[in-house]
């Protein structure tokens, strides 16, 4: 089984920015692949990006490329997202899963979400 806990979220201005963190916990966490995805209300879930324990590699979405980044230190178990130049379409809630690929089917664990909002 796998824990996560997120933190980072909140209220922000256009153009701030704002990094995300999840912590992972349980015995077979690393076997997992790390993945973020949001939620904008009325909207389904959208994956964000994801990331690998091992090596490393990284795949961000096309709509949060150039502004977005995934990293982990695996050190302290834990998986961030870095937001640049956040938009108002940004705003949702953001989970951190763990599983594989882009889809949300495909990630078995996932936290509890942390809500950004970004203002005009």
């Known amino acids: 089984q796998v824990q996560l806990v997120e933190s980072g979220g909140g209220l922000v201005q256009t153009g701030a920015s704002l990094r995300l963190s999840c912590a992972a916990s349980g015995r077979t966490f690393s076997s997992y692949g790390m993945g973020w995805f949001r939620q904008a209300p009325g909207k389904e879930r959208e994956f964000v990006a994801r990331i690998t324990w091992t090596i490393g590699s990284t795949y961000v979405a096309d709509s949060v490329k150039g502004r977005f980044t995934i990293s982990r230190d695996n050190a302290k178990n834990t998986v961030y997202l870095q937001m640049n130049s956040l938009k108002p379409e940004d705003t949702a809630v953001y989970y951190c899963?763990?599983?594989?690929?882009?889809?949300?089917?495909?990630?078995?664990?996932w936290g509890q979400g942390t809500q950004v909002t970004v203002s005009s």
């Open positions: 899963a763990a599983g594989w690929g882009v889809v949300a089917g495909g990630y078995y664990y």
